[in-house]
């Protein structure tokens, strides 16, 4: 049986990105998932069933640790012979990547998730667009996790290789009936009664990383300034506050902690309990792939605001079953907000719709069978 490789820098990712999905192809492939920390990757070998290897990989740049990693990959590949490499993460993409067409794998594909890009300026974005032209350069398929993402690979001149999204795009798509408010057997206003949340609040829920990218700081200033007018809302945020990359600012931090409608509840293992008991999702990053919290979000039922970048525009249809704003803009964040608070028949409509369009487009084992179909295919080629 042709080995797969699996890798992403951090092995967390593995378990919770592609759940599910390793499994499903490991009938089809000998699977093995490559990724720092063996702790989390036993998780994954338990979790998936498959074979897993603990390379260690940096998220930031340590040009010592990353020709370390490089060498280790090199070595390994030569060793177990794989015969398609499938990366996924910035830093493991770039250094797995190289050392595939370095000791010849035939098949190194490489899916585009986010552009890291985006969001920086001067030498440090020249910086990594080279990283990401070498990525691109040497693998052999380079598949982007949506059109929005397409589009930016295209008109940064990024690769000239063919760009095909998956699907409808995203890198796992999501089981609707794990992600549905049926799933949860508690009530909404029981749910809500354990963090002190009346039911005739309206509660709008934040799910990610707490970094400046992710919108955080615009997004408390709009909750401050539409609590003036609407008593009844609360800020649910939900994961973890990451103080060295990308800090929020201080005004930020000190809102959140001291602001009573504000609710940080940190990181969850499990968030469908947290969605439930919400009514809206806001989500205005600054740069994504394709965000399975916006996914996720849907599925159980909730509308979405969300900025207007790759991924999110591609999830959520304008009036449909969210509302977009431009990125970086408290205002019209603010009156987003607002208007869900302000028009009742607006909001059930978008509510409505909600679910129904998650199921239809990206249903997790549709999108699984799409990747294998990809795989079988390079035989062919």
């Known amino acids: 049986m042709n080995k797969l490789i699996r890798i992403t820098t951090i092995a967390s990712s593995l378990k919770t990105l592609l759940k599910g999905q390793l499994h499903y192809l490991n009938a089809h492939f000998e699977v093995i998932a490559v990724g720092s920390n063996f702790t989390d990757l036993l998780k994954v070998k338990k979790q998936e069933n498959i074979g897993v290897y603990p390379i260690e990989m940096r998220r930031e740049i340590s040009i010592w640790a990353d020709l370390k990693s490089l060498f280790n990959l ?28 370095m000791t010849g794998v035939p098949h190194r594909i490489y899916t585009v998730t ?21 990525t691109c350069a040497c693998a052999t398929k380079v598949i982007p996790e949506g059109e929005g993402v397409k589009n930016t690979l295209i008109r940064e001149q990024i690769t000239k290789k063919p760009l095909e999204v998956i699907h409808y795009g995203n890198i796992n798509g999501i089981d609707t009936t794990y992600f549905s408010a049926d799933s949860i057997s508690e009530s909404k206003d029981e749910l809500r009664l354990s963090h002190h949340i009346q039911s005739s609040d309206f509660v709008f829920i934040f799910v990610g990383r707490m970094v400046g990218d992710k919108g955080i700081n615009e997004l408390v200033e709009a909750f401050k300034q539409l609590h003036k007018t609407h008593s009844s809302a609360k800020l649910l945020l939900v994961g973890p506050i990451e103080a060295e990359l990308d ?48 996914m996720q979000a ?43 608070l302000d028009d009742s028949e607006l909001l059930t409509r978008l509510t409505e719709n909600s679910r129904k369009l998650i199921q239809s487009r990206y249903e997790q084992k549709e ?3 799409a990747i294998l179909k990809m795989y079988q295919s390079l035989g062919d080629k």
């Open 367 to 369: 999108v699984w069978e």
């Open 114 to 134: 986010g552009l890291r890009f985006e969001t920086t300026s001067g030498l440090f974005r020249k910086l990594l667009i080279a990283m990401e032209r070498i």
């Open 74 to 101: 090199i070595k390994y590949f030569r060793r177990v012979r794989p015969y398609i490499v499938h990366a996924n993460t910035p830093k493991a993409s770039l250094l797995s990547m190289i050392a595939a067409k």
């Open 247 to 294: 800090p929020l600012r201080n005004e930020t931090i000190q809102e959140i902690e001291n602001n009573r409608n504000i609710i940080a509840v940190g990181y969850q293992n499990d968030v469908r309990p947290f969605f439930k008991m919400a009514d809206a999702l806001v989500f205005p990053s600054y740069r994504e792939g394709f965000p399975n919290v916006v």
């Open 298 to 340: 849907g599925a159980m039922g909730l509308p979405s605001i969300v900025s207007d970048i790759n991924g999110c525009n591609e999830i959520i249809i304008n009036k449909e079953n969210g509302l977009i704003i431009s990125k970086k803009n408290v205002t019209e964040l603010h009156d987003a907000m607002k208007l869900f």
